[in-house]
């Protein structure tokens, strides 16, 4: 190939080009490796018999009908995990109490439970059969003599003084009480106060419901006396340590973890679950493989839960209309035990970008975790960010009614300013990067913000209501500041990229493979990407928190750099040259003003020929990374925008009309990049709209276990996307890349409310916005 045709291949898949996924073709063919199609030979099947009650002490639990069963192999419960020494699972972090407060509260939470259940759906019984028809019929034989407890499902009454108590020993339903400590100087800033703008508000409790249900397969090999767990997750290695170091008390060696293809993570992915470990300790005692695999009942009952807040919010702002301070009061279901990140979803993680992307330094968040006898709650695509973006973004615009000014201006009034960057917020992180005003006009340009009027008009003429709104967000990517790639390239040329970052849907097979094309030359085609599985990835945290192109795309185009300078030396060594003096061009190594020249291929067979090396250096082209940052984040961010329709005779909320412009930084693939907006602004919209998990009050039921019940998005809920960039390149890392995988769900939800609220007259209306809702909103 000449240098123009490799210039031109370049162009086509190297940095910023829309290269088509090259995973697609497998996974759209039937190639993928999804829930049903994870089967080891010899395999049994499990299935859990699951609390009917919202909470109940257990009296008496009798399995002997279910052991007699046909095809029953194995029934577990509680005391046998703990006479076979099986751990408490745990929590992951620790929330620090604000002052004067009682340290967090983690309850303990069994594989079974044996003495009472919390919530609909917790985990009593564990029933393993040849088939699983067999398993599901035996577990309708045990039981279970329950008396009956009161319960507490409402978030804002977890804490009332007659609430039912989940956790007697705690001695209320208070997790923890969580505060970033700005006290003072909120207060001093509202006592200068022109104007106070107050709502009060409800995050509505969400279900993932990624497209695949969950499964587990647990295997147990007794010659190596080693498990091996095959599940979707959103990175292995964390599976692997907190079953490894928590649950079974055994080395990490003695534990393999496999993902394959993963049908949709959202972070619920990214957790340790009881079944998981369900599966391996079954495989073990019956020394043959185990499966479980979740309906979408139980997909409901057992994926951890987002959101479910109810916060009490004020902002001060100055006689003209610039915010002074901002404090909230927020009340979060952490549901009645505490899964891994769970109570550092509200408080912690969201509080990193406090203050959004104004100029807002007095600003004092208090959150009181709690429990509630539901399920458990967690990270979900975003993780306490869209939670603080829509907190201040329903502030902006209750002040802009206020001070008779549009919501666009309001903003401009308050936005971080390009030269206050680098911005230290109000929780001490440096924003490294924006513009913020300016993605706000190009946000307001691709929506035809001045041809509003007209279409209202259009509206009004059929008897419909049309609001408008803004919805601006900041995003706190990358979680944790290291991540691991190591680029193998054989001696045909091809190159094996191994990752400690997962793709669960965003195309990391394309992107990565993009840059390592981009680093080395080699054809698109020839990059393998090798990701889950402990026996092939050393070490990694998983994908989460928008982190994958930041830190493991950096990861991969140091690893590509080490393989190159490498690859020079041996070049040199070939060529009887100076190392200075070559030069790496179109796929070939030269001698600079000279025609003598070797290709990759060349290189690379030379690679493994230890008489063609230079002196001091091992065979093969095999480079391992570990990046390091000293930042734990980078800052995307964009402006929404947001058109609805309302009917008022029924009260049916249309979104007519949708522009977003974020900021990512450098986009290492645009295509990958729209996916990734359209995907978070339609799970932005479900819970804007249509989604809410609800449980009933009086007997703690689960409601909304089905999609009979429960409202997902569909593609005709959703209008047309128009989505654009405003590029601002992050200067802490090479590449220049921020996250882009939660913003759609960050700013899809105060834009849409917004123009509901624009459509009604209204300061405020909750989420979600059903026909129900708006109609009665419609008739204050």
């Known amino acids: 190939m000449d240098a123009n045709a490799t210039q031109t291949a370049e162009d086509q898949f190297g940095i910023g080009q829309p290269v088509r996924r090259k995973e697609d073709v497998r996974l759209l063919t039937g190639g993928g490796t999804y829930t049903d199609d994870i089967n080891l030979p010899g395999q049994a099947h499990l299935a859990i018999l699951r609390s009917p009650h919202a909470h109940a002490r257990i009296l008496s639990l009798d399995t002997s009908a279910a052991k007699a069963a046909p095809g029953v192999l194995l029934v577990l419960t509680g005391h046998d995990a703990a006479a076979d020494g099986i751990g408490l699972f745990p929590v992951m972090v620790e929330v620090p109490p604000m002052d004067g407060t009682q340290p967090l509260y983690a309850p303990p939470r069994s594989i079974l439970q044996t003495e009472a259940v919390r919530f609909v759906g917790d985990p009593v019984v564990a029933i393993v059969a040849e088939t699983r028809a067999q398993a599901m019929d035996a577990a309708e034989l045990v039981e279970i003599d329950y008396e009956m407890l009161p319960s507490v499902t409402d978030t804002a009454r977890a804490l009332d003084p007659d609430a039912p108590v989940i956790w007697p020993e705690r001695g209320s339903n208070l997790c923890v009480t969580w505060s970033n400590g700005r006290k003072a100087e909120t207060d001093a800033a509202f006592a200068k106060a022109h104007r106070i703008a107050k709502v009060e508000l409800v995050q509505n409790r969400l279900v993932g419901n990624p497209m695949e249900p969950r499964v587990a397969v647990g295997a147990f090999d007794m010659a190596r006396d080693r498990y091996e767990l095959h599940s979707p997750s959103q990175g292995v290695m964390k599976v692997r340590e907190s079953l490894a170091k928590f649950i079974f008390k055994i080395p990490m060696e003695k534990l393999r973890v496999v993902s394959r293809d993963v049908g949709g993570g959202f972070g619920l992915r990214g957790k340790n679950f009881p079944e998981s470990a369900m599966v391996l300790w079954a495989a073990k005692k019956l020394g043959r493989p185990v499966k479980w695999r979740a309906d979408r009942t139980e997909t409901f009952l057992s994926d951890p839960h987002g959101r479910d807040h109810v916060t009490k919010a004020e902002m001060a702002f100055d006689a003209n209309g610039k915010a002074l301070g901002m404090r909230t009061n927020t009340m979060a279901a952490m549901g009645a035990y505490l899964f891994d990140f769970g109570p550092r979803i509200p408080t912690v993680a969201g509080a990193r970008i406090a203050g959004t992307v104004y100029d807002l330094q007095a600003v004092n968040l208090q959150v009181q975790c709690v429990f509630t006898n539901t399920h458990s709650t967690d990270a979900y695509r975003g993780a306490g960010r869209p939670e603080i973006a829509y907190t201040v973004e329903r502030l902006l615009d209750v002040g802009a009614n206020m001070f008779g000014l549009e919501k666009d201006e309001i903003r401009r009034r308050n936005y971080i300013r390009p030269d206050q960057m680098p911005y230290v917020n109000c929780v001490g992180n440096e924003l490294d990067s924006g513009d913020f005003a300016g993605t706000q006009q190009m946000a307001l340009d691709l929506a035809?913000?001045?041809?509003?009027?007209?279409?209202?008009?259009?509206?009004?003429?059929?008897?419909?209501?049309?609001?408008?709104?803004?919805?601006?967000?900041?995003?706190?990517?990358?979680?944790?500041?290291?991540?691991?790639?190591?680029?193998?390239?054989?001696?045909?040329?091809?190159?094996?990229?191994?990752?400690?970052?997962?793709?669960?849907?965003?195309?990391?097979?394309?992107?990565?493979?993009?840059?390592?094309?981009?680093?080395?030359?080699?054809?698109?085609?020839?990059?393998?990407?090798?990701?889950g599985d402990t026996d092939e990835v050393e070490q990694g945290f998983g994908t989460g928190g928008s982190r994958s192109s930041q830190m493991g795309g950096v990861a991969t185009s140091r690893a590509s750099e080490a393989v190159l300078a490498k690859a020079k030396r041996i070049a040199a060594h070939l060529l009887e040259a100076g190392v200075a003096d070559v030069e790496f061009h179109a796929g070939r190594f030269a001698v600079a003003g000279t025609d003598l020249a070797v290709t990759w291929k060349q290189v690379a067979a030379a690679a493994q020929d230890p008489t063609k090396l230079p002196e001091g250096e091992e065979p093969g082209l095999d480079e391992r990374v570990l990046y390091k940052r000293s930042t734990e984040c980078n800052f995307p961010n964009g402006c929404h925008v947001a058109e609805v329709e309302i009917d008022p005779e029924t009260g049916v909320l249309t979104v007519d009309r949708y522009a977003a412009v974020d900021d990512v930084g450098n986009v290492i693939n645009p295509m990958l990049v729209h996916g990734q907006s359209h995907g978070g602004i339609a799970q932005g919209l479900g819970q804007a709209v249509l989604e809410h998990a609800l449980y009933d009050n009086e007997s703690g039921q689960f409601l909304t276990a089905t999609f009979q019940d429960y409202a997902m998005p569909r593609a005709q809920d959703l209008p047309d996307l128009a989505i654009g960039f405003n590029i601002v390149p992050t200067p802490i890392n090479e590449l220049g890349v921020k996250g882009a995988g939660e913003g759609g769900a960050c700013g899809a939800p105060p834009a849409i409310v917004s123009a509901a609220c624009d459509a009604l007259g209204l300061d405020h209306i909750d989420m979600p916005l059903t026909p129900e809702r708006v109609w009665r909103a419609l008739g204050r």
């Open 448 to 531: 035809d913000w001045t041809g509003f009027a007209a279409r209202r008009a259009e509206s009004e003429a059929k008897g419909k209501k049309r609001g408008r709104g803004i919805g601006y967000f900041i995003e706190a990517s990358g979680g944790q500041p290291q991540e691991w790639a190591r680029l193998n390239m054989g001696a045909d040329g091809k190159a094996r990229l191994h990752v400690g970052t997962f793709s669960h849907g965003q195309g990391h097979e394309t992107a990565f493979a993009q840059i390592v094309h981009a680093r080395l030359g080699i054809p698109f085609g020839d990059i393998e990407l090798v990701q």
